[in-house]
């Protein structure tokens, strides 16, 4: 029911927009949240949106770098990263959790998506 796209392999400094789609149904009154795992590493919480939209939360690594947005019809939620570093590489998993707040916990999310592969090279 959510399908995460946009990863690819850039160079340090570069951006790149992840997007993640809801079918089946609509997500209005799920925090939408973003995760990472690098290989060998336990997953890490990156970025997370209300399902207002009113507030949004960066795990400590990517403030000021990575901005996350979600479309009016709450169907779409997108990951704005900016000034890359190989340190972000991994795979990024988009994920949903009925709550009108947040959660930084993966397993507070209820639905996930498939995750797509970011590298940064240096």
């Known amino acids: 029911q959510l399908q995460a796209s946009g990863g690819g392999l850039v160079q340090a400094g570069d951006s790149l927009s992840l997007s993640c789609t809801a079918s089946?149904?609509?997500?209005?009154?799920?925090?939408m949240g973003w995760f990472r795992q690098a290989p060998g590493k336990e997953r890490e919480f990156v970025a997370a949106?209300?399902?207002?939209?009113?507030?949004?939360y960066y795990g400590d690594s990517v403030k000021g770098r990575f901005t996350i947005s979600r479309d009016n019809a709450k169907t779409t939620v997108y990951l704005q990263m900016n000034n890359l570093k190989p340190e972000d590489t991994g795979v990024y998993y988009c994920?949903?959790?009925?709550?009108?707040?947040?959660?930084?916990?993966?397993?507070?999310?209820?639905?996930w998506g498939q995750g797509t592969q970011v590298t940064v090279s240096s």
């Open positions: 949106e209300s399902w207002s939209g009113e507030t949004t």
């Open positions: 089946g149904r609509t997500f209005v009154s799920f925090a």
């Open positions: 994920a949903a959790y009925y709550t009108e707040y947040n959660s930084a916990f993966a397993h507070d999310y209820e639905y």
